[in-house]
């Protein structure tokens, strides 16, 4: 039995250490996943909670249907999503000056590379925030998270073609909305020689 599923098992029984090993575990994934789907710090850290006090909640209730990751991953999903809706609506459209927007990080970056890598994050977020719910999703699990097809048909529940085409067409239209917005330079023909811009990449 793995580390996962024995603190699963405990934490089921009522363990409460257990539950916050479970926690540790998972909650960087949870919140990476939040703060894609909403771009926003406190809004990632307060959707990380929501999601494990529910988690805790409905632990007794939880057969193993499905992987524990991809239960949680839904319930992140569904909260993020109801998050969104109302933050987007009380804030209007994200702003390149928002201070919650996410930094970026690294090793030793000079002042101007921490300046212009803000900048194309706060772009990138902001195009991404844009997008149709079910292209942004979709996005975020396979570009942010790494998850495979199979992973992403599970968590969303639909076949593995209907991911990879949903996912091509979410590529398609970010990169034509930052295209659109001066945000990023044309590919050279796909039959062009090397350095073209491959289909599975924006």
Known sequence: MTDDRLLLQKAQEGDR???EALMGLHSPRVYNLALGCTG??????????????????????????????TWLYRLTLNASTDHYRREKKRRGDLSLDDPDLVPIRDTAPSPEEIVIRREEEAIL??????LPEL???????REVDGLDYKEIAQVLEIEVGTVK????????????KLLAEG???EAPPSNSTKGGMADDHL
């Open 183 to 185: 945000n990023l330079l």
């Open 125 to 130: 977020r902001k195009a991404l925030a844009e």
């Open 40 to 69: 926003h710090h406190h809004d990632a850290e307060e959707i990380t909670q929501t999601v494990f006090l529910k988690v805790w909640k409905a632990l007794p209730q939880f057969r193993g249907g499905s992987a524990f990751s």
């Open 165 to 176: 085409s949903r996912l091509a067409r979410a590529r398609r239209a970010l990169r034509d």
């Open 135 to 141: 292209h942004r999703v979709v996005l975020i699990l």
């Open 17 to 19: 250490k257990a539950f």
